[in-house]
């Protein structure tokens, strides 16, 4: 069955058939074993007058992580043209990972031209159809919104990230990636009021700026140490982790910096040589 994914679904859900006696509903979640889903999210419109349609994607999958290496079966369509690559991850966390990566368009794009994003996992094909509808077009509140930021502050900046990593290592020695980042300070912490003591009563507030790293693409597992950093308000946060990979290849690694509402990423890459074999060592 092919899936046509514009907003968050759900993992697993079974109705159950109405029977005599009370009614009951079920949810099933799955550790593992269930397939990935491409999601579009909406669309932007670029100062240049190009246009990016924005994609994640919903692994059904609560622990799993899998991989959907670049090829017939991690696919992106833009028009009737189809590229093995235009961004799109191969290594899918679990559950619903928003914003992930954009296709540009030009500004001439005819607006029911689409664009999709095709995945192949668990033998099942799942595709995100995107185009120019005007409702999906995006807006930094609507990112914030869906994002589980709050109220968005109409001050707030996204926070500059600077990121200095390793480019190539040799197993199984690991890459030593440094991340910096700072922000201005907005939106500003949560505070309850003796006057208003009720917290669901307003908005909820980020704390301030946090670092994370996650693995985009590449052969094997990645293991960061550690893979966040703590969450700092109103200083600049700074985060050095160790990388460590399972397998040579060649790696793309993608830094994060959220004030909760806003969010800067950077990817950088990694070449992961074999190591030397010794005679005699196995």
Known sequence: MRGFWVVLGVSAAFLLASVPG???????????????APVFEGWEHNPD?????????????????VDIPLGSENTVTVGAEVFGDKGQPTHFYPRRQRFLFRVVVPKDWDKKQKVVWTLTSRGRTDQAKGWLQPEWELSPDVVVENMGGGV??????????????????????????????????LPKPYRRSPSNPDRDAQPRRPIGVQIRWIQYRG???????????????????????????????????RVTANDGQLFTSSDVTVTVKPGVSVQGQR
């Open 22 to 36: 009370p009614r009951l509903s079920a949810q099933v979640q799955f550790a593992r074993g269930q397939n990935v």
């Open 152 to 185: 968005p502050d109409p001050n707030n900046k996204a926070p500059a990230l600077t990121v200095s990593p390793d480019p190539t290592v040799t197993l199984p020695n690991p890459a030593t990636l440094t991340a910096t980042a700072t922000d201005d300070g």
């Open 49 to 65: 007058g190009t246009y990016s349609l924005v994609f994640g994607y919903l692994n059904r999958n609560y622990e799993e992580e």
């Open 219 to 253: 052969p094997g597992k990645v293991t960061f140490t550690p893979d966040a950093s703590p969450v700092l308000h109103g200083e600049p946060v700074a985060l050095t982790s160790q990388a460590t990979f399972s397998a040579p290849g060649t790696y793309v690694l």
